[in-house]
């Protein structure tokens, strides 16, 4: 049941828009305040990826069998990022925060398989540059219920055994990791809502990890926009991207560990 520190999310320069009408237009994947992240931006970021990966480069050396196609995000995963990172960079505008650490692209790039001047890989590392700034609170216990979630997402998960009661996997799960991802959630969770954010019924609900089990499946998630929606819809649920340490002598504690 070993959990893992993760970060994800991009920030946004790309397909936000001055606001000029209701906060339900066609073609708007969510509203960050005044802006809007439209379906168009969605659309050039996973186009951009896709044609990167139809036509990859490998090493002269390398059997071609060795070169498996690196997994690419989904709409869901593209517009928590983008959401995310909109508000990160008012959230840090606004209260003077500054970055502790830098994270380059072809750092980013190497951890998920895609090419480093792709638009998305870009934005990715100019999110985590931006969230080694956000101060995470002061870690705490978590409740009841926040331990109750935390096991039913792992058994869902399939990381923790049917005949493993619940008093011995909180036993297990609760510790300093647990308490600062709480902590990190906790604080993107009140900038969120400090921002106005609104999104599409068709990505809802849309939530961005902040640890992950082993396998990469969810453990810990801040919630964006609205809670979730009735609408039928073929959009996946944002999947996780790796951890990028901070570099350089301003470094300090990640987000999560």
Partial sequence: MRARRLVAVASVAV???ALAGCRTEPGVAAYVGD?????????????????????PTAAPDA?????PTPPLPGRAQIV???VLGEVCE????????????????????????????????????TL???????????P?????????DLIA????????????????????????????????????????????VTVNPRYRPLEFPVLSFAGDAPAVSVPLGEPGSDAVTDISTPEPLPTVEPTGAEATEPVAS
Wanted: net charge negative; aromatic share 4%.
């Fill in 63 to 67: 059997p071609e069998a060795a070169q």
């Fill in 15 to 17: 397909g936000l828009v």
């Fill in 140 to 148: 705490a216990a978590p409740t009841e219920q926040e331990l109750a």
């Fill in 80 to 82: 928590g990022t983008l």
């Fill in 35 to 55: 802006q809007r992240i439209t379906e168009e931006a969605v659309n050039g970021i996973l186009d951009e990826l896709r044609a990167q990966t139809a036509a």
């Fill in 153 to 196: 997402a792992g058994r869902k998960a399939g990381v923790i055994p049917a005949d493993v009661p619940d008093d011995a996997a909180a036993g297990q799960l609760d510790g300093d990791q647990l308490r600062l991802a709480l902590a990190t959630r906790r604080s993107l969770a009140e900038a969120v809502e400090g921002y106005d």
């Fill in 90 to 125: 008012r959230v840090s505008a606004d209260k003077g925060y500054r970055p502790q650490g830098r994270a380059e692209p072809a750092q980013v790039a190497r951890q998920l398989g895609l090419a480093p001047e792709t638009e998305y890989v870009r934005e990715v590392a």
């Fill in 128 to 138: 985590y540059t931006c969230l080694s700034g956000i101060p995470t609170g002061t």
